[in-house]
């Protein structure tokens, strides 16, 4: 049994209101290409497909595309599952209909969990045990059980899945959660504040292979075979250093092996820091210069239009911070802290995109104080 | 070859603001029991599945729930096609994978348009050719040729309908378009201004059946094959008299013969009219008390909670008319006019789901005055 794992997709996400759907129908076509190459007999998405629940139109035409050369094309079964970014429902709309030609997207829990047997062409079939995210609440009302936390949520989902008869076949669980230990990046939404998401890996030791999705950077947790795949691009500038890849996972005889087969993407996403002149002096190849950048700029006298001169070297600068003109340190650091602030990014687009106005430096004040007493309470 | 026509489901649909969801799953609810009922051989929805582009996710559950019926319990095939309210990319995402299970849901138009050969339980097979609603510009692009009105891009359709080798078997058109001389009411939103979106029913004349959709009152046009099913529910107080129904359409040998099969609403809807002593004292069954209603009062003098008064009779007026207090007959015209002004509605429903308020009294002469200059500088 031979599959991929992915996850985190997040089509239609931006960074910094700037589209990826060109970067992210590169690094699909990609995954597509891979699951080609090696002959899979199942491709997993853990998760997170779409960024929004309810997705802009170009982002569902790229998603049929990728599912029309997996599924249609290459006939190679696809099992996505709904992440804490999806719209559950949504996302699921007609899938009972689809399960024939080899596509699986489970939305909504179910109860028991369903159980999806894969054909391998080695003969060694294995069953997936899809487990689409779920709010504890959502599992104590389907599943009739007293419990509160994530841990205890998923202990019962993970007793269901064991209990469940594979005839001796592989058990792969396939889940969108955060598992404690885990690295986190700044392009993560926290499925609850204050540590109440975290689940133990070793809940999971027992099955053949985890294919977890949430976490950006690929990592395993506990043991190798429970495992975050990360997302195939860099969502953020904390992922600067992270290299995104899939995995190709391998079971044989219950055992699982796994390989990271790298991703290139259209451009990288990159922080460079220097002096003005020095940067616009760089001498780079043309893929370089289109990165996405973060630049911070070392100078300490004022510049005239930095970012217009910058962005004639480098097309693609995305954020600029003035380092060099930062006197207070501390200063700077609330800046960082309010930039990687999910929930104050989150409002401020909910915002704009409601009321056709930025936030007011007023209304932005009102709104950090109160992001910031929210976190102070909490931890 | 036996199969049911509707059309119009507009799922997520509100009357005055109030939501139908409950009506729409009462009578979707009859559809499929008709379908099981007569032993169809399949089920064609002329359009306008969902009320709007992106539906709300109850809109999308109810669809979900009925196509589950009839597709994955009756083995109902079932073709549906997009209409002017549909998102035509939303609606069909994922379609190509549900075609095996005998779903076709057909949202951009295609190149030839599809062809589906419904298998008959009488051996009589026959071929369905779903055109979704689609702007002449989109005709254009797509096949390529100088056309502008709707009349000439369905021309083109048509001639590859024509053109199509169906074996012998009887040609059925599914599509969502104004002919010619049809009867509209207050719920249809007019699919170009000025008359540019009619077609000519002779078109249509040389098939065995067309399913159309878009007019919400059931009717025929030029010959009794070329046929609008109308919506399953009073979607506007114009309705009033009209009597809902699914269209049971068999085939013999190429020969069309149809039956209505009428539909039972959770609540009708009507206008009722009087003075309101008389409209509260009246002897009513439950069923009618609960009826959604348009209250025209004659009373000539001021009345406190005119409204508060009448909902404690008929909990469900959703709006009302002081007919008596108009002392200005013209005035009265103009309210009515604007009310079945679809434009105004949409507008200021839009306004209130952005920002939140109402339009003002200011406002709303504004976008009145803007609204009837459109409509004389194109009439």
Chains 1, 2 share one sequence.
């Not at 985190?8 to 699909?28: K, Y």
């Not at 489970?106 to 689409?132: E, T, W």
């Not at 019962?156 to 986190?184: I, M, N, P, R, T």
């Not at 001498?283 to 970012?307: C, F, G, P, T």
Request: net charge negative; hydrophobic share 40%; proline share 4%.
């Amino acid at each position: 049994m031979k599959f991929l794992h992915t996850s985190d997709w997040h089509i239609g996400r931006q960074l910094h209101n700037h589209s990826l759907l060109e970067d992210q129908r590169v690094v699909l076509g990609q995954i597509v290409d891979l699951a080609e190459r090696h002959q899979v007999d199942a491709l997993v998405v853990a998760g997170d497909v779409f960024d929004r629940s309810v997705p802009p139109s170009q982002a569902i035409e790229l998603l049929d595309e990728i599912l029309a050369r997996l599924v249609k094309d290459l006939a190679i079964p696809v099992i996505m599952i709904a992440g804490n970014h999806d719209g559950a429902q949504r996302l699921a709309f007609a899938s009972k209909h689809m399960q024939q030609s080899g596509l699986y997207i489970v939305g909504p829990l179910s109860n028991p969990p369903q159980a999806i047997r894969i054909k391998s062409k080695q003969g060694d079939d294995a069953v997936f045990y899809p487990l689409p995210y779920a709010e504890p609440a959502l599992v104590r009302e389907l599943y009739g059980l007293e419990l509160t936390s994530h841990q205890q949520a998923m202990q019962v989902l993970l007793d269901k899945v064991a209990e469940d008869d594979s005839q001796g076949l592989s058990k792969v669980v396939v889940a969108h959660c955060f598992l404690d230990g885990g690295d986190e990046s700044d392009s993560e939404r926290p499925l609850s504040i204050g540590g109440a998401d975290k689940i133990s890996p070793r809940l999971f030791s027992e099955f053949s292979y985890t294919a977890l999705g949430h976490l950006h950077g690929p990592q395993y947790k506990g043991q190798p075979h429970i495992r975050y795949s990360g997302s195939p691009l860099k969502y953020s500038f904390s992922e600067q250093h992270q290299a995104k890849s899939v995995s190709l996972v391998t079971i044989t005889q219950g055992k699982a092996e796994f390989e990271l087969l790298p991703l290139r993407p259209l451009r990288d996403v990159r922080v460079i820091e220097g002096y003005l002149d020095e940067l616009l002096q760089a001498e780079l190849d043309e893929q370089a210069r289109q990165d996405y950048l973060m630049v911070r700029l070392l100078d300490k006298s004022a510049i005239l239009d930095a970012m217009g001169k910058l962005r004639e070297v480098y097309p693609n600068v995305l954020h600029l911070e003035r380092t060099g003109l930062m006197a207070n340190k501390q200063q700077l650091e609330l800046n960082r802290q309010h930039m990687s602030r999910d929930e104050f990014d989150m409002f401020s687009d909910f915002f704009s995109q409601v009321s056709g106005e930025d936030l007011s430096d007023e209304q932005r004040e009102v709104l950090l104080q109160t992001i910031s007493q929210l976190h102070e309470r909490v931890y």
